[in-house]
């Protein structure tokens, strides 16, 4: 129901957020009942949807799968890169579901404060008592804080991988930490001055070769801005072997894994001083007012094995996938998708209801096929495998 490695994090998300700790507790609950129990691929009312507002994103960071080095959405014409729905669409959406349930809502991208009406977005799902995350890269924080503060945004996920010249480095753009660092004072500054405890402000940093040495210096950009807290990402990476796999499931489900190509790299970072980086982090941090967790969280013997081994399978107790059980992804085209990197569509927000699309065929199938897999192969670095 809930990973115990997770249970820290968990716990201090309660402590912060209490009514909305105790319903995902509550429906996630409910999904491993529905997982175990019932065959027919059936799922009950989703614990969270996100939102893929926009591919367009103004960085270039290395290691990332959308934009970076190998990423493929490079290839795409410039017209599917700059297709959006339109808020109408969202705000129907939003409409339907808050009859029936309040999932969490993400807003994610791309980068999603590039979406024109971002901020009116958050408005109407908080309009509706819905929780509200939005994953940004930090670059329009400074023009957007006050908006962002007054719009109700429960949480503010900001990506940044260490302080000034090694974030500058890895995402591609100069002053953008500095930039950011304005943002987040602005966001503190409104905060304040509106007599608002919200947006939670959460720090992502993802961990690669060029920040793995240097992981502490988080610590100190999180205790400078005031996070609430700072979560060391390990790196997703997958290898040729594991794509050639994925395509007996492919053919299966007439869909494609192209997105995935964008993570067929070599990591390049050593796990043993990483295990010991992660021990001076944790060390530092005991001190600290913010909440600090590697995720996934895994053991040492884990995390060698994640870094180091080609034939790496999730520790047995994350070894099936409940994430289509619980969540969703919409596309800016309106396409459901039941994973970031997967072609395959349960449906269509702008042509189908969502109840429909939700419980639809193509949703069945997908997850009777996945819990007879229990994972698919290239799912095998995923870190929803490690959410549920």
């Known amino acids: 129901m809930l990973p115990l490695r997770n249970l820290p994090r968990f716990f201090y998300k309660a402590l912060r957020q209490p009514s909305y700790a105790l319903k995902v507790f509550l429906v996630r609950l409910r999904a491993y009942l529905v997982y175990t129990f019932i065959y027919s691929g059936w799922s009950a009312f989703p614990e969270a949807l996100t939102f893929f507002l926009t591919y ?4 270039r960071c290395k290691m990332c799968g959308q934009w970076g080095d190998k990423a493929v959405t490079r290839q795409e014409e410039n017209q599917t890169l700059n297709i959006s729905l339109p808020l109408a669409i969202y705000e129907n959406l939003i409409n339907e579901i808050s009859k029936y349930a309040r999932p969490s809502i993400t807003l994610f991208g791309g980068e999603p404060l590039l979406y024109p009406d971002c901020i009116r977005l958050i408005q109407i799902i908080k309009e509706k008592n819905m929780h509200c995350l939005l994953i940004t890269n930090g670059w329009l924080l400074t023009s957007l804080a006050e908006e962002l503060v007054k719009s109700g945004l429960d949480e503010l996920n900001i990506s940044l991988d260490g302080d000034s010249q090694l974030h500058d480095q890895i995402r591609g753009l100069p002053g953008l930490f500095n930039r950011i660092i304005q943002g987040i004072e602005k966001i503190n500054y409104y905060k304040k001055l509106l007599n608002k405890n919200k947006p939670f402000i959460n720090l992502q940093c993802t961990i690669t070769q060029y920040n793995c040495q240097h992981l502490e210096e988080m610590l100190s950009v999180a205790e400078r801005i005031k996070a609430n807290s700072l979560t060391f990402h390990n790196l997703i990476f997958l290898d040729k072997d594991v794509l050639e796999k994925q395509k007996r499931i492919d053919e299966l489900l007439n869909n494609s894994s192209l997105s995935w190509q964008g993570f067929v790299f070599e990591p390049s970072i050593d796990p043993k001083e990483l295990i010991k980086k992660k021990k001076e982090v944790f060390f530092k941090a005991l001190k600290k007012d913010f909440s600090v967790d590697f995720y996934p969280n895994f053991s040492d013997e884990e995390l060698i094995d994640y870094y180091c081994s080609v034939k790496f399978q999730p520790p047995v107790a994350n070894r099936r996938c409940l994430s289509p059980w619980l969540v969703g992804y919409i596309f800016p085209d309106g396409e459901f998708r039941p994973c970031l990197n997967y072609s395959y569509s349960f449906g269509n927000i702008t042509k189908d ?26 799912c095998c670095r995923c870190t929803e495998l490690y959410r549920y």
């Open 56 to 59: 367009r994103c103004n960085l």
């Open 353 to 378: 209801n969502f109840w429909q699309i939700w419980n639809g065929q193509a949703a069945r199938r997908f997850r009777i096929l996945l819990k007879k897999e229990k994972i698919f192969p290239a």
